[in-house]
């Protein structure tokens, strides 16, 4: 029985030890970058292969799995996140962002649920069964809409993909932020100017592919690109969507801003896990705003649970 044991350890390490080769070549994108969304379950499993490896086999047999663990226990401590300030001054602005998955049942109960939470701002991605008439009936307290589509052929399948930014100010269109180079990737995004009480905010929305193929990653990393050198140089932003990426994904680094509210301890993705799964809905803020709360939402019948934060804009913006 220990002989079959300290075989099937032997496996789980070499298989650990395979997921952390992919997670080292991350940065060489797809499959390798697949990964790092997996950065907490691989440093909670080696911590667990590690204490097997202390029983079954010495303290020498557990640092294999000992030492990437600890290295991945670090990573994880170490996220950057604007963390909430509650005694935070300044007139404030509360914001959601969640993918409705095409379901009309889980954008009626996101307008609940944003109506209960006075948003005053939500961005929704894979509205394909909701018209904008369909949403500003939804979303009654939420008058202001803006909504992109877009026809996407990706390799092997073509489908139609649609986000929407509903607002309870007037918002204005300014572009999409995300301009790409091979229309055949095209994924929807929407760049809006709002006027709030403290003044004028950037919202950007962007729902990117899920890195499912390299030609994915790459574009999800141009759109990245394209965002950060369209919000270059504004104070007061918001990047908020179901972005595809968590926190630990090398192409995370490059959007503009940082996450509002810790990621660590939350799931977005699959809805029905409260903790464990991962994080792949944000809301990104530029300097001019301070987060007062930030949290993930309920699972309201989608496969993604949407994220919701609340701010304080200063009325002055020092340059």
């Known amino acids: 029985m220990r002989r079959a044991a300290r075989l099937l350890l032997a496996t789980a390490i070499a298989f650990y030890a395979a997921a952390m080769l992919a997670w080292l070549a991350a940065p060489l994108g797809f499959p390798a970058e697949i990964a790092r969304h997996a950065t907490p379950h691989l440093a909670g499993g080696g911590v667990l292969l590690a204490g097997a490896a202390f029983v079954l086999s010495g303290w020498r047999t557990a640092l294999a799995p000992a030492v990437p663990a600890a290295f991945l226990l670090w990573v994880w401590l170490d996220t950057g996140f604007a963390a909430p300030d509650a005694s935070a001054e300044g007139p404030s602005l509360t914001v959601a962002a969640f993918n409705a998955h095409g379901s009309t049942d889980a954008m009626a109960r996101a307008a609940a649920w944003a109506q209960a939470e006075r948003v005053d701002v939500i961005a929704l991605s894979e509205v394909e069964t909701a018209t904008p008439d369909q949403l500003r009936a939804l979303f009654p307290g939420l008058p202001h809409l803006l909504y992109d589509t877009e026809t996407v052929d990706f390799p092997g399948e ?6 929407a930014l509903l607002s309870v100010r007037p918002i204005e269109a300014i572009g999409d932020g995300a301009e790409e180079s091979n229309p055949g990737y095209e994924r929807p995004a929407l760049l809006a100017r709002l006027e709030a009480e403290a003044g004028a905010l950037t919202l950007a929305v962007a729902h990117p592919y899920p890195p ?25 932003f918001l990047v908020l969507g179901d972005l595809n990426a968590s926190v630990w994904s090398p192409d995370f680094a490059y959007l503009p801003g940082r996450r509002a509210g810790d990621p660590r301890f939350i799931t977005t993705f699959p809805s029905w896990l409260n903790h464990g799964g991962l994080v792949l809905d944000h809301i990104l803020i530029g300097d001019g705003l301070t987060v007062k709360r930030a949290e993930a ?17 200063a009325k002055t913006i020092e340059r």
């Open 158 to 163: 073509r489908f139609t993909t649609r986000i």
């Open 297 to 313: 939402g309920p699972d309201l019948g989608s496969d993604h649970r949407p994220v919701l934060a609340e701010f304080a804009m």
């Open 212 to 236: 499912r193929t390299p030609g994915a990653v790459e574009r999800r990393r141009a759109m990245f690109q394209d965002l950060a050198r369209t919000l270059d140089g504004e104070p007061r």
